[in-house]
């Protein structure tokens, strides 16, 4: 029985592992620089992270059903890109201009599951596929130009569409928290609470039973992947509001932050799952990082290093945990 | 030369769980030995010890009264002793050839020399399938064998070493007859060689044919030691039971209400023409042998096949199926065959694999309410007798008897009217399988219709009103059940007519 102990340990680790680290991190940057823990940082760093964990509930969405949404980044970039064009090329009101980001989401996710459903591609090369497929749509789109209000357009004239002052909210403090937060709540209600969370679940845990047990697996597999180029256009459009430009391939580097986000919630509270809540943690976590490691002068391109390790780290505590419990 | 292995006081733990405690076991070159208990007992771990898969058990190993050190396989290959296990692909390389396969030891061990001898490679590996007799080519891919050709490679690769003791875990759970009698004539090559040949299984007649002493086992405990010829086959049940054996099958009440299922003409892959009728409250058999396309026709009924045709019927109403959920709604489900991989979700909970079925009923605007989810599960749980610490419990740490309760009872909760179960008793040790019986015989007295999958002729005997026999696809015969005999259905099973 003496191996009883190191074990509990391990699971202590597993389940309270990430909160730990998060309090351990605000207790070392505090004491480093006071500044670290005001209310003004503080709320910098829920900013900092809302449209990657938006983005990332998204992944975590299709890691419930085991799948893998990869397309998710370039998927914001082309939702930014398509609601700014409408305000700024087009002159089109806030409704028509959210409608058509969230069309090509939906258009996205559909050809997605095609591949994924139909074709039987694995989700991760599909999503990979559709990923350069999209990140080519949006450039093409936008002429490889920053789109932005009052630029120069192709024939010399000036862009004379401007944003709607409604929409420029949706970056801004408290909206952009409170957008992340009732994403973050709605999915973890979802996932945990309803019917349709519970028949992800058993798909993600083992497709040919689920379907089996008369789980209509192919529509909730493209529920899945509508749900998660949803969000990441909702994750889009906030970025655009945020910086109230489409710059070339603003979504991109979303995609890693998002999927380092959504593995290191697996384990949060011992979930064992991926969910809305442990994704979240893993965004603050990491948001945390970044933000003290700025505060703390670490350059910039230095960040992913960090990033990466943590990333690391909390997949080898979730595989570590299945292949030893 | 005779050599005899002896395990003496053997012991091992896991946390939470002494798996052995003092297990004494001998076994000698030129003998076929049967190691049998039920799911649980401690045969399987017993072997992996000897194969020294475990190295922190306590006891000694003797060969030939001299005590051997076994803590890792290296060692227990060194010593001339092998397993070939029950998952057969785990062992394999499916993309390269047989010969690669059969001779990977050699290609491991030999990695000092920097070159393949590909010539000798071959030849070396054809001499050992000529030696078992097995026409197969040692440049065919892994792939594209079948499971008894693969075994047949593993038993192969075995002897390709010194091999003394072959250990075998239930070899025969996936073979047809013919691949299982073509088992069987390796095996007794090998005895012929002086090889011990260990056979784990929960067969007991192929037991009694092939073996010349058996061991039971029951809770991690040796309870008999018998020479095959001086025990009977209920002697054998009774020791791996600890008590006397029950009826094996319940007695029913024949029964036949209204035609609840009608199939005529089903045709899919692997499936012609199939007609076949299921009355209310009757249990109706669907036999032949391994491969007959059993499987193939439940599976065409509940809509896993896209390309069905034919015309089926549930209570007179014309139904047509493109899915499984779709047949689920209409009233008619399946207990798949291949528990893990199709009827449970081994990394769910207890609860959440009974309710699967039933989420929409314990749920409110698609909210579930986890209290109704809760008592339903637990009276479920009491309902079947599920042996689980609690309703918690993730299902991989379930008994085989116990999941396969689980894939039955999330149906029962559904109340389906047609329940095909596909062989229901496929690794479930001998207690569980009564329970699962009465399980049957309670659904078709509450009038439901239950086609009953299975090439286990007792359980066909036991347990059904009517049968049909299946032959390459096709319904080769009709028989009443009380009407005709093993024999009959064997002729019918094996394509007269």
Redesign the interface.
């Known amino acids: 029985m003496s ?2 102990k190191p ?1 509990q340990l391990f699971d202590f680790f597993y389940k309270y592992g990430t909160i730990l680290t998060i309090i351990v991190l605000i207790a070392v940057f505090t004491a480093l620089n006071p500044a670290f823990i005001s209310s003004d940082n503080l709320l910098n760093i829920l900013r900092s992270i809302s449209i990657v964990t938006i983005i990332a509930v998204g992944v975590t969405v299709s890691l419930a059903v085991n799948g893998f949404d990869l397309s998710v980044g370039s998927s914001a970039s082309l939702a930014s890109a398509i609601v700014i064009s409408m305000f700024v090329w087009f002159s089109q009101n806030l409704a028509v201009a959210l409608l058509a980001a969230f069309l090509g989401a939906i258009v996205i996710g559909l050809l997605n599951s095609i591949m994924i459903v139909k074709l039987k591609i694995p989700d991760m090369l599909a999503t990979l596929a559709m990923m350069f497929i999209i990140q080519g749509v949006a450039l093409t789109y936008t002429k490889g130009a920053t789109i932005s209000e009052n630029m120069v357009m192709a024939d010399g004239s000036y862009a004379e569409g401007t944003i709607s002052p409604l929409f420029a909210k949706f970056g801004q403090l408290p909206w952009i928290i409170v957008i992340m937060l009732a994403v973050v709540l709605i999915a973890q209600g979802f996932l945990s ?4 969370g ?2 992800m ?2 798909i993600g ?2 497709q ?9 697996v192919n529509r909730y597999k493209v529920a899945a992947y509508l749900l998660s180029a949803l969000l990441a256009a909702l994750g889009g459009i906030v970025l655009a509001s945020r910086v109230m430009t489409a710059e070339i391939n603003a979504g991109g580097p979303y995609l890693m932050d998002a999927v380092a986000a959504a593995f290191i919630g697996l384990s949060v509270l011992g979930a064992g799952k991926p969910n809305a809540l442990g994704t979240f943690v893993g965004a603050v976590l990491i948001g945390i990082l970044q933000n003290g490691l700025v505060m703390m002068s670490v350059p910039y391109y230095a960040m992913d290093i960090v990033k990466g390790s943590v990333l690391a780290f909390a997949l080898a505590l979730t595989y570590y945990k299945q292949t030893h419990s | 030369m005779k050599t005899v292995l002896d395990m003496k006081k053997i012991s091992i733990a896991f ?1 939470g769980v002494q798996a052995l405690n003092g297990v004494d076991f001998r076994a000698e070159t030129g003998r076929v030995h049967a190691l049998i208990g039920a799911n649980g007992a401690g045969k399987s771990t017993l072997m992996k010890i000897l194969s020294g898969a475990y190295g922190h058990y306590e006891g000694n190993l003797l060969l030939n009264g001299e005590q051997v050190e076994i803590r890792q396989p290296a060692d227990a290959k060194k010593h001339g002793i092998q397993m070939v296990y029950q998952e057969v692909d785990t062992a394999l390389i499916p993309n390269l050839s047989v010969g690669e396969n059969i001779m990977m030891d050699q290609l491991v061990n030999g990695a000092d020399k920097q070159w393949i001898e590909w010539k000798r490679l071959w030849s070396e590996a054809e001499a050992l399938l000529k030696k078992l007799n097995i026409p197969l080519s040692p440049k065919k891919p892994v792939s594209d064998l079948t499971l008894a050709e693969k075994q047949m490679v593993l038993i192969a690769r075995a002897i390709s070493n010194d091999c003394r003791f072959l250990i075998l875990d239930e070899p025969t759970a996936p073979l047809s007859q013919t691949e299982t009698d073509e088992l069987f004539r390796v095996v007794r090559d090998l005895k012929q060689q002086h090889v011990s040949i260990i056979f784990i299984s929960h067969r007991l007649p192929e037991l009694f044919a092939i073996c010349d002493d058996i061991t039971v086992m029951r809770n991690g405990e040796l309870v008999g030691k018998k020479q095959i010829a001086e025990t009977t086959q209920n002697d054998v049940i009774e020791m791996m039971l600890g008590r006397k054996m029950d009826e094996q099958f319940p007695a029913r009440k024949h029964q036949k209400g209204d035609v609840l299922l009608r199939v005529s003409g089903l045709t899919a892959r692997d499936v012609h023409g199939v007609d076949l009728t299921v009355h209310a409250g009757e249990v109706v058999g669907l036999t032949g042998l391994v491969g007959a396309g059993k499987s193939e026709i439940n599976k065409a009924l ?1 809509g ?1 096949d896209q390309h069905t045709s034919g015309t089926v019927e549930i209570n007179g109403q014309p139904v047509s199926f493109r ?3 779709d ?3 209409k009233g008619l ?2 207990v ?1 065959e291949e528990r893990r ?8 909970s207890v609860l ?1 694999n009974l309710t ?2 039933t ?2 009923a ?2 409110k605007r ?3 309410s986890f209290r109704k989810e809760k008592e339903t599960a637990a009276a479920m749980i009491e309902r079947l007798d599920v042996r689980t610490p609690s309703a918690q419990t993730k299902v991989r740490y379930l008994s085989g008897g116990n999941q396969q309760k689980i894939a039955i009872g ?1 149906w029962l909760l ?1 109340e389906a009217d047609v329940y095909l179960f596909d062989e229901p008793t496929k690794g479930v040790d001998v207690g569980a399988k009564r329970e699962i019986f009465d399980l049957i015989a309670e659904l078709a007295a509450r009038g439901k219709g239950v086609l009953y999958t299975s090439s286990e002729m007792p359980e066909i005997f036991g347990m059904t009103d009517r049968m049909y026999v299946v032959y390459d696809g096709r319904i080769a015969a009709e028989k009443e059940t009380a009407h005709t005999t093993e024999e009959e259905v064997m002729y019918y099973s094996t394509g007269g007519n």
Request: proline residues 7%; aromatic residues 12%; glycine residues 8%.
């Open positions: 191996q009883k074990f609470l309803t019917k349709h519970r028949f679940y058993m845990g083992n040919e039973a689920a379907r089996l047990s008369g789980i209509p | 946390p509940f896993e899915s499984p959920h047949a689920v709604k489900v399946l798949p991989r199709e009827g449970v979700f081994v990394s769910e959440a699967v079925t989420l929409g314990l749920a698609s909210f579930i999330k559904a």
